[in-house]
Structure formats: C-alpha cells, structure tokens
C-alpha cells in the first residue's frame, strides 16, 4: 500500500521530457564565452548589462531554433490523453522563455492548464513555482508530482517537498545526474504501466 494518495497532478519539464528540441547548450555557452557546464541562465543574471543583452538575443536566437525543430517524445500524446481522461491536471514548467515555449507547444498541438516559465518567477531549481501551481490546483504536495530528465528538476522537486520522476529516455537511471534524488526512474513513455501504479492507479 502506498502512503500516498492518488496523483491529482503532473507538472512536466518540457525539453528532453515531453519534447526534444535538441537546445546546443554548449554551442550557447561558446557563443556567450561562458566555460563549459555554466548554467546559462544564472550566469545571466551575474553578467554586466550590455554583455547580458548580447547573451540574451543568442539565447533567444537557439530557442527560436528550438521551437522550429522540437519533436514530440514518443508515447506522450498518449500518457496526456490518458491523464485528460483521469481529470489529472498537467502543468509545464521550463527554464525556456515564454515565447519559444509556447511555440514549440502550439506547433506540435500539446495543450496544458498551466505553462510556466523563466518570466514568471525563480527558474529551477528554485521550487517556488511548483508551490504556485499546487495552489492553482488546489491539491496538496503529496498528490502532485514532477517528471523531468535534468538534475534540476528532482532537486526542485526534492525541495518542494513533492515526488521527483527521471525521465531517462532509454538511459540506465544510474547513468543520469540527479538519479539520486528521483523517486521513480522512468525509460520511456510508451511503457506507463509502473509510472501508473506509482500515481495510484
Ligand atoms: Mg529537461
């Protein structure tokens, strides 16, 4: 038996977990003079003025191409009709900007109550926004969990106080950073048998 209740939410990571839009961010971070493995939006914030708006348009730039060629991940149109047909809410929350996340999600025709991104508040790992959007809902920590395939995501998951999934894509759980903080490991999206359980159903 579980100690939790029904899963009442989702919020879902976007690049690399609903969609691949393949984003360069080494080739980002080149362009930007950034070393290797700089989190590209805090090093934003720490730039001085004219060399932030330099950097902003390259990143502005990656994420328009990004928009253009992001690709749907195999089974999640079905996971979110499932999820639809359950009255489970689904959320999205990216370190993306709002006009390339909502191009990337209006051209491949996915729907969700609530995007959220870098415009409206503290990116990840900061867990601030998963609180906003518990409130929304109105549903408590323990019914809501997030899924996402970058270290960030379970540590603002893990901060939030609800249930962190990885989505591997295929990779050994062991093999991703952050596995660690993950609740659930999750390979792909077209095998939800053991994801559903682990929601309650
Ligand atoms: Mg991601």
Known sequence: MSLFP???????????TLVESALDFDAMRREMNLPAGQPVLEALVAMPEDEARRCRAILDRHERLGAERAFI???????????NEQGIHQAVWTRN????????????????????????????????????ICDAWQTERREVILIGDYVFDLEAAQRAGIRGVLFTNGAEPQECEGHELADFALRSFEETAELRRFMGF
């Open 6 to 16: 029904r899963v009442r939410g989702i919020v879902f990571d976007m690049d690399g």
């Open 97 to 132: 900007g709002r006009e390339a996340a909502r191009a990337t999600l209006e051209r491949l025709n996915l729907r969700f109550d609530r995007v959220v991104t870098r415009e409206d508040g503290p990116a990840k790992p900061d867990p601030s926004a998963i609180w906003a």
């Open 73 to 83: 991940i195999p089974g999640v149109p079905e996971l979110l009709a499932w999820l």
